[in-house]
């Protein structure tokens, strides 16, 4: 593995200083733009860049003394000089791409930045799938900083995942050159209880002087939250509400705002900003989730900030919770996130702070993309066999395993029904009364039914559960082995022959995503690294992810990203009913929980 090489600002400082001082040619320079400084949260008209060894060596009102024979000039003609764009919190996994393809999605959007939390490969390979994730991102001609996992499983007790970590990985990981801090403290009852392993990963991180992410999903803001941000967090992504967004800032956490592909947090969190009148140093944009179509679609973090000020959010203020705060919180101040001489020189030439038009990005003093086209290469681990062969099913399964059995003599049972909301991560716990046929359950209308297939270790397993929210007519079905957090097989459907199919269909192909209907697949999306993401580039798979999102909407379902919600309902730490390998949870109460109330 070759590191993509940067010089520090260390050693690198003498010439930096002498390109400032007119003694040294720049090897960049940019000229007459409007340079937008997120240090005072000015607009400079009529400015230059100067950059060498990657940094910016000169920010000011004219270059021409650092311009020599060989120094490359780009003429901003008046458009808007930018930081590059920071993902303060986010898994690539989620985007079904690796590092380096996912880099080369976003790059074309302005995103230079990105800090990554790959807890979705430490469920399935453990600490070596982290290491994999991590050696890839310091390819990338792209900052890419990890942060180690800290939660598989994210509720012990509750799941069963394909490895463990502990304190003694953290406590290696820190070690890594690529390592920013902790990932998302998702085990928040084990910080409030006083567990010692998450109190001892919270430690080793916090020893190594790094930062702890974190990840309150609770609606409680009383006695449980203070003791979590008493343990160490340093920042939250999980606040849906103006109050959970107060509420972290004033007790010195960061509050991160998320537009993903399906979490749509932004607006109602940024008042606290544009209405209360907070600082909004406390404050960070975030994607958390983004499938590959809205990558390609939609855009990154240039989407996340313009949709900020579309909510009201001064485009300089949305622009500094996307660069300057963002590495402000991970110690990064000085080393990116502005343009400042010293700093990285990530920078986009713009020509409307509004509707952000992305026209050119530059990353370490080079130009990555233009016009909408990505300029470089982005190199590519070679992922070891083993990564590619993750789904152990066991044996063929059967109809019959999908099978709900009825209590002797009932009638019919009322049964707890996961019940899923569109555009957030939250369920509901629902009860409904399912009716019976000869001894089984047999949901109708809108409950359909969900099975969580165990695929790490080949046991054959299968829990049954309903589900209701999705839409789905006809016999139909549809699997996943993206399945947050332990990344087992959900497969969710109105027909037991048909879940049958799809859960074997992707144990024939390595893992992925299929749609069945009356006994046909729709759509496969193959994902055979760790059954979560594909080296293939984001157009090609973000085209297959369109192919199965046009499946589930022929199935009836028109819920807005559908598929997040799908991969989401084994997620056991976020309120309030899911399904793991162990049985249906009830996270109100972190708890196992019998499926049927009572019987009639």
Request: glycine share 10%.
């Given at each position: ?593 019998d499926l049927f109330e009572e019987t009639g």
């Open positions: 593995m070759e590191k993509s090489s940067l010089t520090s600002w260390v050693d690198c400082a003498a010439r930096l200083v002498a390109v400032a001082a007119g003694r040294e040619a720049a090897d960049l320079v940019i000229r007459d733009g409007a340079w937008v400084n997120v240090h005072t949260r000015e607009v400079l008209q009529n400015h230059d860049l100067a950059i060498a060894e990657g940094r910016f060596a000169y920010c000011g009102p004219d270059a021409a003394h650092c311009i020599g024979d060989e120094t490359q000039v780009i003429k901003a003609e008046g458009r808007y000089m930018i930081p590059g764009l920071c993902d303060g919190h986010m898994h690539i996994e989620s985007g079904m791409l690796t590092p380096a393809e996912f880099a080369a999605a976003v790059i074309p959007h302005g995103t230079t930045t990105m800090f990554t939390d790959p807890h979705e490969i430490a469920n399935v390979l453990g600490l070596r799938g982290v290491r994999l994730m991590h050696d890839e991102a310091l390819l990338q001609p792209i900052s890419i900083f990890t942060q180690m996992p800290s939660c598989a499983p994210s509720a012990p007790g509750l799941e069963t995942t394909g490895y463990e970590i502990g304190p003694d990985d953290v406590a290696e990981a820190m070690t890594w050159p690529g390592i920013i801090g902790l990932g998302e403290m998702m085990n928040f009852p084990g910080v409030v209880n006083g567990s010692q392993q998450m109190l001892a990963e919270i430690a080793a991180t916090q020893k190594a002087g790094k930062t702890v992410g974190g990840h309150y999903a609770s609606p409680d803001l009383g006695p449980d939250f203070h003791a979590y941000a008493a343990g160490g967090p340093a920042d939250d992504h999980e606040g849906t509400c103006e109050a959970d967004a107060i509420a972290r800032v004033r007790q010195g956490m960061r509050s991160m705002m998320r537009l993903g592909s399906a979490w749509y947090d932004v607006e109602s969190q940024i008042t606290a900003v544009t209405e209360k009148g907070l600082d909004p140093r406390g404050f960070i944009l975030c994607t958390d989730d983004c499938h590959s179509g809205t990558l390609v679609g939609e855009g990154h973090m240039n989407r996340v900030v313009r949709h900020a000020i579309a909510c009201g959010c001064d485009p300089v203020v949305a622009l500094q919770m996307a660069t300057l705060n963002t590495a402000t919180h991970f110690g990064l101040e000085r080393e990116l996130g502005s343009i400042s001489p010293g700093r990285r020189a990530d920078v986009i030439l713009t020509s409307d702070l509004v509707s952000l038009p992305i026209e050119h990005v530059i990353a370490r003093g080079v130009t990555v993309a233009h016009a909408g086209q990505i300029a470089v290469d982005c190199p590519h681990l070679d992922w070891p066999v083993d990564a590619r062969e993750t789904v152990k099913l066991g044996r063929m399964l059967k109809a019959t395993d999908f099978e709900i059995k009825a209590p002797p003599g009932a009638d019919s049972v009322t049964a707890k029904v996961i019940g899923v909301v569109e555009n957030q991560a939250p369920t509901k716990a629902l009860i409904r009364k399912i009716p019976i046929e000869q001894g089984l359950l047999k949901p109708s209308g809108a409950v359909c039914q969900i099975a969580l297939v165990e695929r790490h270790r080949g046991t054959g397993s299968v829990v049954n559960g309903l589900v209701e929210g999705f839409g789905y007519q006809g016999r139909m079905a549809m699997a996943s082995t993206v399945a947050h957090d332990s990344h087992h097989m959900i497969v969710v459907g109105t027909n037991r022959e048909d879940m049958a199919l799809a859960a074997n269909r992707l144990g024939e192909v390595g893992g992925g995503i299929t749609v069945f209907k009356d006994g046909v697949e729709l759509a496969l999306v193959e994902l055979p690294i760790a059954g979560l993401m594909s080296d293939a580039p984001a157009a090609q798979v973000a085209a297959k992810a369109d192919r199965m999102v046009a499946a589930m909407a022929e199935c009836g379902c028109t819920l807005n990203n559908a598929y997040m919600q799908h991969s989401l309902l084994a997620l056991v730490v976020i309120p309030e009913l899911r399904i793991s390998d162990l049985g249906l949870v009830d996270v109100t109460k972190f708890e196992i929980t």
